[in-house]
T-cell receptor, first 112, second 115 residues
């Protein structure tokens, strides 16, 4: 079965510290990969998307994601956390373009 | 402004009373979809549509209906709501045929409570 797994439903970091949110997919064929962010009482917003051929993808608000085919991973990072980064983050994959599979989400808390 | 509009934002109803959640997009997207979000389960797809009059089941379609009579609208219908359909619902739209890595655009959600 094709799926996406996010390790860690809750992550806490100190302001200014590295943010690392993990995402692994299970498929023999590399899918199309996305990270979305959800702020309280809002819908999901696109942070970044994987583009074929690139291993490091840059997104908005200083976030990046590295695609590692050998590890079937697409982890999200940000060098220095800001208070405004506190939100829920979802990794998503699409294999066919008509169905998108979302991870269970990681809630990021930033400690002042 | 490009957007996906869902209404209502909040809805409280009783078991068995039919309801409709509307969704409209102004981006001329072919693809539209409904998701429900539950704690610990992430987003699960209910139904999706690849064009007018073309709809298909997602992972959790039981108890829901949809229609796509116009490109911009994709209402979600609960004919006989039950308490297990209490959830946060999101409508999303996207371009379909231009690229498979076209992202989805989401509405702000509808929080439904069925008592």
């Amino acid at each position: 079965a094709q799926s996406v797994t996010q390790l860690g439903s809750h992550v806490s970091v100190s302001e200014g510290a590295l943010v690392l949110l993990r995402c692994n997919y299970s498929s023999s064929v590399p899918p199309y990969l996305f990270w979305y962010v959800q702020y309280p009482n809002q819908g999901l917003q696109l942070l970044l998307k994987y583009t074929t051929g690139a291993t490091l993808v840059k997104g908005i608000n200083g976030f990046e994601a590295e695609f590692k085919k050998s590890e079937t991973s697409f982890h999200l990072t940000k060098p220095s956390a800001h208070m405004s980064d506190a939100a829920e983050y979802f990794c998503a994959v699409s294999f066919t373009g008509n169905q998108f599979y979302f991870g269970t989400g990681t809630s990021l808390t930033v400690i002042p | 402004e490009a957007q996906v509009t869902q209404n209502p934002r909040y809805l409280i109803t009783v078991t068995g009373k039919k309801l409709t959640v509307t969704c409209s997009q102004n981006m001329n997207h072919e693809y539209m979809s409904w998701y429900r979000q539950d704690p610990g389960l992430g987003l699960r797809q209910i139904y999706y549509s690849m064009n007018v009059e073309v709809t298909d089941k997602g992972d959790v379609p039981e108890g829901y209906k949809v229609s796509r009579k116009e490109k911009r609208n994709f209402p979600l219908i609960l004919e006989s709501p039950s308490p297990n359909q209490t959830s946060l619902y999101f409508c999303a739209s996207g371009m379909l045929f231009s690229s498979y890595n076209s992202p989805l655009h989401f509405g702000n959600g509808t929080r439904l409570t069925v008592t």
